[in-house]
């Protein structure tokens, strides 16, 4: 099964929180979601190679640290996954960007992909593809399968709370793939949606509901 990594960080978890709140408007929600996604990156980016370079002070030569290996490429799933796509691009700048548009059928809960536009060298690179909730996990595993067609080898999927049916059904259907989530909530309940959560993302992050 694909390893689950819960992000405890105590301003992780305060941010969350502030998020969670029903009183927290859509701005302020929108700062919080990118704010988590460039926190949460630090953990995700952890296992990254480097090279040992050496760099001239103004007072000597030191020793240094610089990332190398595979590059990274962050795919959100629109709509919600924009928030967090702008704050990992605030910590690395130098990504690509692939986006992923799919929606829930409110009725069969299933999801369908609707738009999709990958770096050409998607195969090449490291993978994070970024959405606020692992509910069902139907968009999740839709979005990583496409992902997996168009040759990417080495994903992480990044969200912000998850729920236990979602976090199984992409293990059942991706065990290779690691998930890194601030929070695994209760369950879900009968219209798809995380207990206790925050609710509808987007709704939340683009004031539209």
């Known amino acids: 099964m694909s390893k689950v990594i819960v992000i405890d960080h105590p301003l992780v978890q305060h941010k969350l929180t502030i998020l969670r709140d029903v009183r927290t408007g859509h701005k302020e929600f929108r700062e919080l979601v990118e704010e988590l996604a460039m926190l949460m990156a630090f953990e995700v980016t952890r296992s990254h190679p480097t090279t040992e370079v050496e760099v001239r002070t103004p007072l000597g030569v030191a020793k240094g640290k610089t990332i190398s290996g595979q590059e990274v490429a962050v795919v959100p799933i629109l709509r919600a996954g924009l928030a967090m796509e702008a704050g990992i691009l605030r910590l690395i700048p130098t990504a690509k960007v692939g986006h992923v548009g799919i929606w829930r059928d409110p009725e069969t809960l299933q999801p369908n992909t609707y738009y999709s536009k990958l770096p050409s060298d998607i195969g090449e690179r490291e993978v994070?593809?970024?959405?606020?909730?692992?509910?069902?996990?139907?968009?999740?595993?839709?979005?990583?399968?496409?992902?997996?067609?168009?040759?990417?080898?080495?994903?992480?999927?990044m969200c912000i709370i998850a729920a236990p049916e979602g976090i199984a059904r992409v293990q059942e259907a991706h065990p290779d793939v690691e998930i890194y989530t601030a929070a695994v909530d209760e369950r879900l309940n009968d219209h798809g949606y995380i207990v206790p959560g925050l609710g509808d993302a987007g709704d939340r992050l683009y004031g539209t509901k």
Do not use: E, Q
């Open 128 to 157: 994070m593809v970024v959405d606020p909730m692992l509910a069902t996990g139907g968009s999740i595993v839709a979005c990583l399968d496409l992902l997996k067609n168009h040759g990417a080898k080495n994903i992480k999927v």
